[in-house]
Each structure stands twice: as C-alpha cells, then as structure tokens.
C-alpha cells in the first residue's frame, strides 16, 4: 500500500503491545514508520506532550492521535477506513509528529520514563489489591501473611465481574500461571477452596522489588538484563568517580534514573533465568547483585560493622523468576556453583531447591572482581553485557590485579601479598598458595609485578599474606 502521509509507532524494546500493534499494521499492509525511545529518548518528551501518557505504544495516523494497542484493535472498520484513507489520500499536516533524523540515534539508551501497558492479570491483581480480600490468615496455629482464600477469590469474581463459577476459576488458575500468585506452600493448583494464596510480590517483605506488581508480561531475561545494564550505567555515568570506585548514593537517590530503575525491578518478579546461557546467567546475575548493593545502600543504608554486613548480605534480596534471591544466594548459590559462603554451614541451595537449576554448573572465578560489596576494597564497578562477559570479567581481572587493592609484591621479603579474596574464595583459585599464585599470574597484564612474581613461582622460595579489607563505605 502506497501513502502520501504516514503513519508513526512509538515503541520500546521488548513491550508485548508494541509488537502486537506493529504486527497488526503488517496484516493491514500498512507501511509504517517504527520510533523506538530505545534509540531517539530526545522523543519521550514530545511523546509525553502530545499525549499526556507515559505508555507505549502510541500511534499516529497523520496528526490523528489513535492512541495505543488496545485503542487500534478496537477501531471499528468504519473508523479504521477512514484513517487509511487520511494517510493514503493525504501527505501530513505541519502539527503531524515528524521521525526523528536517524543519524541522532543512540544505541546505549534505555527508554527510561516509558513502559509497557499492563497485561489483563496486571489490572486484575491491582484491583485485587485494593478489594480488601488480602491479609493475614491463621491455620493450625500458624499464621500466613497476606493471603486471599481460593473461594473468597472466586465469590469475589462472580459478584464483581458477573462471571460464572467455573470461569472465575479458570482466571484464578490463569493467575497462577501467569506467574502473579501462588499456593503458599506451592501443594496446590487453584481451587475453588478454603486454601491460601498469595500474591508473589507479597512474598517478601525485605525483597527490595517487594508490593509492587510486575505488568508487563515478561521480558526475555537477556533482553530485559540488557535494559537495566544500560539504565545501571547510565546512573553510574553520573554518579561514579572517575576511577570507578566511589559512588554518590545520595545524588542517585534523588535521580530520576534511580525512580525508573526501581520502577523496573518489577519486571525481575516473572523473569525466566532457569533457561538462560552460562555467559547470560553471568552478565545478567552480575549486574543484578550489583545494582541490588546499590539500591540497598539507597534505601537501607550501608552496613557499618560484622553482624550488620551478615543481615545485609543475606537479607537484601530481590524477587528474581518466582523466587527470592538474596546477595549471598546470588554470589554463592548462582554465580559460585552452589558453593557455601563464608560463614555458612550449608550450600546456599538444597537439593529441592527450585533455584538449584539456575546456578551455573561449575563455578566463575572471575567474578569475584566484578562483585561490587559497596566497600572500599572492592573492584570498580563495571557493568557487563552476555556477547563480552567473558572478554569483561579478564579485563576487570587484569585491572584489579594491577591495583594495590589486589596484589602487591615485595621482592625483599620475597613476599607476594593478596587481596582477602583470595583467603575467603580460596577453593575458587587453588588448593594450595602455588596454584593460587599460578591462578593469578595467568589472569595479569604483562609488566613488572608479573615479571616478579613469575621470578618467585620459579624460584619456590616466597610467603604468601593476605592485605586487610577495608570494609569502609565507597561513598563520595
């Protein structure tokens, strides 16, 4: 089909309801004109302006405002005539939006700002909210917080809805499906029965992506990882010192980043991350912990002494796929293999455990230089991507083995003196100093500490020391 105007989609990548509606242009045979505010965010605000949403997708005909999605399937074929007529007959008006120059396209952008319109489920467990059917309920002597009852939930459906008993239920199941809610022992499917259920972003109080719903339906986890790297290096762009260590946690507080990153972290709630690649588990848990360590320092705060650091690590959490990760599940149970952590008795993941899938098969070394504890003595905070985590995680390697931070030598002493990561993650480089040693002059830049330490190694003559950690706040 041949236009004299045109017709304008504005999108962001991976929303459900953008390619739905592109995907119904292109049964209509109707050429359009894609805008992502992925790549031109010098669009958001006329968006903004001349819709008044922050919603997309928001389509033009011309100058006509159709409005998003939902709006364009339900154009009845009188009115969808006449706007296919507008743009054939028509070039557009001077008050029509006009695409933006291709060569002012950025690729490092996320759509901050903009999200997707809510799925059904969405709008359905925002009115559950506020129907008064969650609280607290007691079995056995036990109590279940905020839970809703199988038939209290069914009642409801058939009385607000006018929807008959079989059908509430298939929506009940279809809630659960979806991933909003679940039995709170996970024993049962829905029923139409005195059983307890309850929403998934109730499940935790301490989860920092906790009591907000997720409404988008999900994203791929790659695609969705790589939405939050760009945000999360946009925020640290503006709030990082030049070296990369030091952190402005109040300015990235007060930013209208930080609002649309959590904003975002509601989207982790349903995320599929058991079928994720090995370089997609690390790029995307990588980052993950990383902006967790962030948004805990914003929200609760640093922790300032032992028990303190403890509750923090195995605390802090998020919502990940239906399940609750906390920094220590994180490091220890997904990105170590399932291996136990200072301190613990246990592997972080038991053989039941429905995380125990997503952890990588045999542990990364590596990470323990990206791992970011908010501490003064960590590595400088990068972010990663899944096509180079492999290339990455060297280089961060190589960067903080450069560092006094990460190794020192003293060829008087003959004494090779190593980060307390090495002493904590010891099982992760060597059983023993000699492979240890081995493991770091093979991860190091050529140059003169490597030369020493290569002199040493062959020599067999040297001690090994571990350097105090400076637990103090990387703070601006």
Not at 347 to 357: A, M, S, T
Not at 413 to 422: A, G, H, N
Request: negative net charge.
């Amino acid at each position: 089909m041949e236009l004299k105007g045109r017709v304008l989609v504005y999108s962001i990548v991976g929303c459900p309801h953008c390619i739905r509606a592109k995907n119904y242009l292109e049964q209509l045979g109707l050429p359009y004109t894609d805008v992502s505010l992925d790549k031109y965010p010098q669009c958001r605000e006329e968006v903004r302006t001349r819709t008044g949403k922050n919603t997309v997708p928001q389509i033009f005909f011309n100058a006509i405002h159709v409005g998003g999605n939902e709006e364009l399937q339900k154009l009845s074929d009188e009115e969808l005539q006449e706007l296919i007529k507008d743009v054939q007959e028509k070039e557009p008006p001077p008050d029509a939006p006009v695409p933006p120059d291709p060569l002012t396209a950025e690729d490092d952008e996320a759509a901050v700002g903009f999200h997707c319109e809510p799925d059904e489920y969405a709008m359905l467990v925002q009115e559950l909210k506020g129907s008064g059917l969650i609280k607290d309920r007691m079995y056995n002597l036990r109590t279940y917080k905020n839970c809703f009852v199988g038939r209290e939930f069914v009642d409801w459906l058939v009385k607000k809805k006018g929807l008959g008993r079989e059908e509430a239920v298939d929506m009940g199941q279809k809630l659960v499906m979806e991933g909003f809610g679940h039995h709170v022992t996970d024993d049962h499917r829905f029923k139409d029965e005195m059983l307890f259920y309850r929403l998934l972003e109730d499940d935790s109080e301490s989860a920092l992506n906790a009591g907000v719903t997720a409404e988008c339906q999900p994203r791929p986890a790659g695609e969705l990882s790589e939405v939050i790297r760009k945000l999360i290096l946009k925020i640290y762009s503006k709030h990082l010192s030049k070296d990369g260590k030091k952190v402005d946690y109040k300015g990235i507080g007060e930013s209208p980043e930080f609002e649309d990153y959590v904003t975002l972290t509601a989207q982790l709630q349903r995320v599929n991350v058991t079928d994720l690649s090995r370089e997609e588990k690390l790029a995307f848990f990588i980052n993950i912990y990383n902006a967790l360590v962030i948004h805990a320092y914003v929200k609760v705060g640093p922790p300032t002494n032992l028990w303190q650091r403890y509750k923090f690590f195995n605390v802090v959490s998020y919502i990940i796929g239906g399940h609750i990760y906390s920094l220590q599940d994180i490091e220890n149970g997904v990105l170590r293999g399932n291996r136990k952590g200072i301190g613990q008795l246990f592997r972080p993941f038991g053989q039941d455990d429905p995380r125990l899938p997503v952890a990588l098969e045999e542990p990364e070394p590596l990470i323990h230089f990206a791992l970011v504890c908010g501490a003064k003595s960590c590595p400088p905070i990068k972010t990663y991507s899944a096509q180079e985590v492999e290339k990455q995680l060297k280089i961060a390697a190589e960067g903080f083995l450069e560092g006094d931070d990460g190794m020192q030598v003293d060829m008087k002493k003959r004494e090779v003196m190593l980060s307390k990561i090495f002493k904590w993650y010891k099982v992760d480089f060597g059983a023993q100093n000699k492979e240890v040693l081995q493991w770091v002059h093979d991860h190091m830049s050529a140059g003169e500490k490597k030369s020493q330490l290569s002199e040493l190694l062959a020599s067999t003559k040297y001690k090994v020391s571990h350097m105090s950690y400076d637990w103090g706040v990387n703070s601006k």
